[in-house]
């Protein structure tokens, strides 16, 4: 179906930045959404940022004003840039996906949701 890879993920100072990338490939016919969410050791997985194919976004409280998440649907990559980093802020990143892809080798579309690996993000005091 669709496989999601983030990158961009490292250990970065207090007040520092980093941008997450999460590149989408397949047979994709269009993404309609993507997500950002982390987990944190101990804690459950929570929704960061979210976007309706780079319109409407949605953020958590606890991110907003700081993170932004975009995405470039001519090369199938969603981002989130992190300003103001936080020791709070350290988790696994993942990306989610959702949209339509290609059955088979004709036009048909199914429906597809798909998860990246997960990107490390260590904030340090």
């Known amino acids: 179906q669709v496989q999601l890879v983030e990158s961009g993920g490292g250990l970065v100072q207090a007040g520092g930045s980093l941008r997450l990338s999460c590149a989408a490939s397949g047979r994709i016919s269009s993404i309609n959404a993507m997500g950002w969410y982390r987990q944190a050791p101990g804690k459950q997985r929570e929704l960061v940022a979210a976007t309706a194919s780079g319109d409407s976004t949605n953020y958590a409280d606890s991110v907003k004003g700081r993170f932004t998440i975009s995405m470039d649907n001519a090369r199938n990559t969603g981002y989130l840039q992190m300003n103001s980093l936080k020791p709070d802020d350290t988790a696994v990143y993942y990306c989610?996906?959702?949209?339509?892809?290609?059955?088979?080798?004709?036009?048909?579309?199914?429906?597809?949701?798909?998860w990246g690996q997960g990107t490390q993000v260590t904030v340090s005091s």
């Open positions: 989610n996906a959702v949209g339509k892809y290609y059955r088979g080798s004709g036009y048909s579309r199914g429906d597809f949701s798909s």
